[in-house]
């Protein structure tokens, strides 16, 4: 394993973001995501896991790019535990869906439901449909870490997975989100399986009510 390290030598390296799982590097105009080492996992299975996972996301991301706008994958076979992208230098909607107009919010949620669509009809679940992980870019809307995604086909995952936009609409852009999830699901209609799948968000959702 080579590990990364920032130090004054590599000064144009940036730490932008750190989760549980991942730190985020910039370097100049590209995204390193690192998933960092769990000192508390048994060595030869945290290597083993952080490896899978990391080529199940580039898996994912190559898939997802055949469909709606994401980060370019710079393929690099000399790291096995992270993975290098295009650097979207644009508005990251969790912080700018609110400055926009009104009828542009809306539009934007119908672009946002559009490419949920296309996505769910390639069987790909993003698992982590928020605005934070969505990039306004020329009017283009680039979807970001799909790191908690996989593959499925069943309309429970693609029903949870509309209902977790759902709950980043009301949570972060709570002035309008019932106008701006009706837009979402009309731009979602372009799925073969749209009715069949908000059936399936409603029972989602009464199933959240009962547990508060």
Not at 69 to 87: A, H
Request: hydrophobic letters at 35%; charged letters at 35%.
């Amino acid at each position: 394993m080579v590990k990364r390290t920032l130090n004054s030598s590599n000064s144009k390296k940036k730490i932008i973001a750190q989760g549980a799982e991942a730190i985020i590097i910039k370097n100049k105009k590209t995204i390193i995501k690192e998933r960092i080492k769990k000192s508390y996992r048994i060595p030869e299975l945290d290597e083993k896991i952080r490896k899978t996972r990391t080529k199940a996301e580039k898996k994912l991301l190559l898939k997802a790019s055949e469909i709606i706008s994401v980060p370019n994958l710079i393929q690099d076979t000399n790291f096995l535990y992270e993975m290098t992208m295009d650097f979207i230098d644009g508005k990251k909607l969790s912080t700018s869906l609110d400055d926009f107009p009104k009828t542009k919010q809306l539009e934007i949620c119908e672009k946002i439901g559009n490419s949920v669509g296309k996505l769910h009809s390639q069987e790909i679940i993003h698992g982590d449909l928020t605005t934070s992980n969505m990039i306004l870019k020329n009017n283009k809307i680039y979807f970001i870490d799909f790191g908690l995604g996989y593959i499925s086909s069943k309309y429970e995952d693609q029903a949870v997975d509309i209902h977790l936009l759902r709950q980043a609409l009301e949570a972060k852009h709570f002035k309008y989100w019932k106008e701006l999830f009706e837009k979402v699901l009309k731009g979602y209609n372009i799925y073969k399986y749209h009715k069949i799948v908000i059936e399936r968000l409603k029972i989602v959702e009464k199933r959240g009510r009962y547990k508060h």
